[in-house]
């Protein structure tokens, strides 16, 4: 197949796959498969982005790696490999890391959420206190002393947020010209990504164009066209790919949240999905279907229902919209039940057999090693760097 049609994407492999990594991330890419040329990694580069125990980040590789084809990835078909076994991602993350401006890196929301940073508005607070006072300089003390201790708690705040931000490791912070990395090392067209990593592919996008630019003398930005690096476009999967908590319809399903019942692991038996969802957060409206825009809960697990069933919003509100929550909740864990069951039963025959998995891995490491040498040579063939 043309390299026209390349897809890469990847999940970081640090254990408890759950319900929202299906979904939003790898149940979308088995369609792909049949269209476009491949590539699933398991982004063992970024998971040391904080600290891991290396004897259990060893089994989440092999662990993700299963969940990969017990979900549908076909190892014949599409690489699937360690992203820490092609060392062209971290030497070509570091040719791109020369042409990321550090103003680029200071938006990524993500960073400035795990390394906890000064919160701009924060800031923005104090300063509007200060020009207060210097144009009210007759404000009554208790107010002033009032405002002062607001003022001095935001300065607090300020000061750990810029500590954290010291202790961060410098990975966390490049983590996204990795990404980008990842991506342009295969000269990838489409990345099926979560509404999360937008942000980061539009990055990978401004750092494609950069070292055109820079290499390019012939590349068309407007049309972009002639760049050796093509601007990879996301494919943001429809309904379902934001799985929220089932504790809070706010907040990401996520593996870190400390309540095991905010998330469906792909390892849960049927009686814990049917648990889970029974103790999953209502709310007090009649039916599920009802007033549904102010209702985060009752939308999660009705997305969360359609994206199970494959069909649309709209079609699952036409079929249990009626239905009470309790009724609902007993469909949703039918549905829950015949579809990640046969997942669960593959995964664990695949975890019981490392060699199998390791044979997968190294096919798909060989694959990608094939395409990421040569786009490494002429990118650095383009750099001015001597052939070694
Ligand atoms: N950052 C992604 C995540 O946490 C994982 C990832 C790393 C990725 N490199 C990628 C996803 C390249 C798509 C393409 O989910």
Request: charge should be neutral; glycine fraction near 6%.
């Amino acid at each position: 197949m043309s390299q026209a049609n390349r897809i890469l994407s990847g999940v970081q492999p640090t254990g408890n796959l759950h319900l929202g990594n299906y979904l939003g991330a790898i149940r979308n890419w088995v369609a792909l498969q049949d269209s476009h040329e491949c590539l699933f990694m398991l982004a063992d580069l970024h998971a040391i982005t904080v600290p891991q125990d290396p004897d259990k980040l060893r089994t989440s590789v092999r662990e993700t790696a299963a969940a990969y084809i017990a979900c549908g990835v076909n190892p014949d078909k599409s690489a699937i490999f360690h992203q820490s076994a092609v060392s062209a991602h971290a030497e070509l993350g570091w040719i791109l890391s020369c042409h990321t401006p550090l103003g680029w890196l200071n938006r990524m929301t993500q960073f400035k959420e795990k390394a906890n940073s000064i919160e701009e508005s924060e800031l923005e607070k104090v300063l509007k206190l200060l020009k207060y006072f210097i144009a009210n300089p007759d404000v009554n003390a208790s107010q002033k002393e009032m405002d002062i201790n607001i003022a001095s708690e935001l300065v607090k705040k300020m000061l750990e947020g810029g500590k954290n931000k010291e202790k961060a490791n410098l990975g966390l912070y490049s983590y996204p010209v990795l990404m980008a990395s990842d991506i342009l090392v295969y000269k990838a067209t489409h990345v099926p990504v979560g509404h999360d990593q937008k942000q980061h592919l539009e990055l990978c996008r401004d750092i494609a164009g950069a070292f055109n630019r820079a290499y390019n003398p012939s590349y068309n930005v407007t049309e972009n066209k002639g760049g050796f690096f093509p601007l990879p476009e996301p494919v943001i999967m429809g309904e379902g790919t934001r799985v929220m908590s089932l504790k809070d319809g706010s907040k990401k399903m996520s593996k870190s949240d400390e309540s095991d019942l905010s998330r469906i692991n792909l390892t849960d038996d049927s009686d814990a999905i049917a648990k889970k969802f029974k103790k999953s957060t209502s709310d007090s409206f009649p039916t599920v279907g009802e007033n549904n825009e102010t209702r985060p809960e009752a939308n999660n697990l009705v997305n969360i229902y359609a994206a199970l069933k494959g069909v649309t919003r709209a079609q699952a509100l036409a079929e249990v919209g009626g239905l009470q929550f309790g009724a609902f909740k007993g469909a949703l864990t039918d549905v829950a039940v015949e579809k990640l069951s046969p997942i669960t039963k593959t995964m664990r025959e695949l975890v019981a057999s490392p060699d199998y998995i390791d044979q997968v891995l190294a096919k798909g490491v060989a694959k990608a090693q094939a395409i990421a040498g040569v786009t490494l040579k002429e990118a650095k063939n383009l750099i001015g760097f001597l052939q070694g």
